[in-house]
């Protein structure tokens, strides 16, 4: 007699952790003896695209200085899949974004095979310090599974722009002039060079000196602040006309340097100087005396107004009480006829305005 039997699975198979499952069926009578046979049969496991693409990495850093190559490689993304096949084969993408109102992708650049991402241009770090883009990967299964991962590059300064002198400002025409008097002491403030590098970082800390001087002891710069000062007292003998050359530098490496130069008249008597740094201390002392006597005349009028008004109080009772009815507390029908009297009466002019 024949019978047939379903072979049924207990729970789910997954060809990620077994592909082959051999399965060994024995079949026995209940004669006696006992007589059996046995059958053997090898199942294989099919895959199907049940499993997502996977980044090796949460996020990716990319560090480049500025000022690279068209072409440079930034860094690469790596993914894997456990699935087989076509449902293992990967296709890396840059997901569709805009970096500062232009498309990412004439920014970066990824080979879609390995994963490589490359600079479309030269980056400037004045411009932007971080670009953020967002990695894709796409197996070729049926239906296609996709996964992203963030990619962070960052731009890294480099020394490539000189300091800019804001003060004294020289151009093709004209050369800054400064004037001192022949009565200055040592330690006069002469001028204040200003200036600013859009680098940053030890790119963008800037030294000052003096590099040029007809008398290089009667003049002293500071290397941190760039002001100018005496270094003695005037002579007679000094030339009334002093040319400097001042250099200021970055820190950057190599260093740049950008240079400015001075006029600096000497003068037997200057009509009117420019308030120096003491000059405007002093000068600030008169404001908070200004306020007290502004104060004290306050008070003092006060005072007088309140003496004043005292006394006419003081008068003016004495005489309510001799005569009984003073100036001050007038009878009622005085009042009301006073108002009788002298009340006012209204006319319409013939433009509509009241007289």
């Not at 003998?237 to 400015?260: F, K, W, Y």
């Not at 001050?328 to 209204?346: A, G, I, R």
Request: hydrophobic fraction near 35%; proline fraction near 5%.
């Amino acid at each position: 007699m024949s019978q047939r039997y379903a072979l049924v699975t207990s729970g789910h198979l997954d060809r990620e952790k077994l592909s082959q499952y051999t399965i060994i069926l024995t079949a026995s009578d209940l004669g006696s003896p006992s007589l059996s046979s046995q059958i053997t049969i090898s199942l294989n496991i099919s895959d199907v695209n049940d499993n997502p693409p996977a980044f090796l990495h949460n996020v990716y850093n990319a560090f480049i200085p500025e000022n690279n190559e068209a072409g440079r490689l930034l860094c690469s993304v790596s993914a894997v899949d456990p699935d087989e096949g076509d449902n293992a084969n990967l296709i890396y993408s840059i997901a569709e974004s805009h970096i500062h109102g232009s498309p990412v992708s004439s920014f970066v650049y990824i080979n879609s095979d390995t994963g490589n991402i490359y600079a479309q241009r030269s980056f400037d770090y004045e411009q932007f310090q971080v670009l953020q883009i967002t990695a894709r990967v796409e197996d070729s299964g049926s239906p296609k599974l996709s996964s992203n991962v963030s990619v962070f590059i960052f731009i890294l300064d480099t020394n490539d722009n000189p300091p800019t002198i804001l003060y004294p400002e020289n151009t093709a025409e004209t050369i800054a002039q400064e004037t001192i008097p022949r009565s200055a002491a040592a330690g006069y403030l002469v001028s204040k060079v200003s200036a600013v590098d859009v680098d940053s970082g030890h790119n963008a800390w800037l030294l000052y000196s003096l590099v040029q001087s007809a008398s290089p002891a009667l003049f002293h710069i500071s290397e941190y602040t760039g002001e100018v000062r005496t270094l003695r007292g005037l002579h007679e003998m000094d030339n009334t006309e002093q040319r400097l050359v001042i250099a200021v530098s970055d820190h950057g490496e190599p260093s740049m340097t950008t240079t400015a130069t001075i006029i600096v008249n000497i003068l037997d008597s200057v009509a009117q100087e420019s308030p120096k740094s003491q000059d405007f201390l002093t000068n600030a002392k008169s404001a908070p005396d200004l306020t007290l006597y502004l104060i004290v005349s306050l008070v003092a009028i006060s005072a007088v107004f309140l003496v004043t008004f005292s006394i006419l109080l003081v008068r003016c009772l004495r005489k309510n009480y001799d005569s009984g009815c003073g100036f001050c507390f007038s009878d009622k029908s005085l009042s009301t006829s006073y108002m009788d009297q002298y009340k006012p009466t209204l006319y319409l002019n013939t433009d509509g305005t009241l007289k």
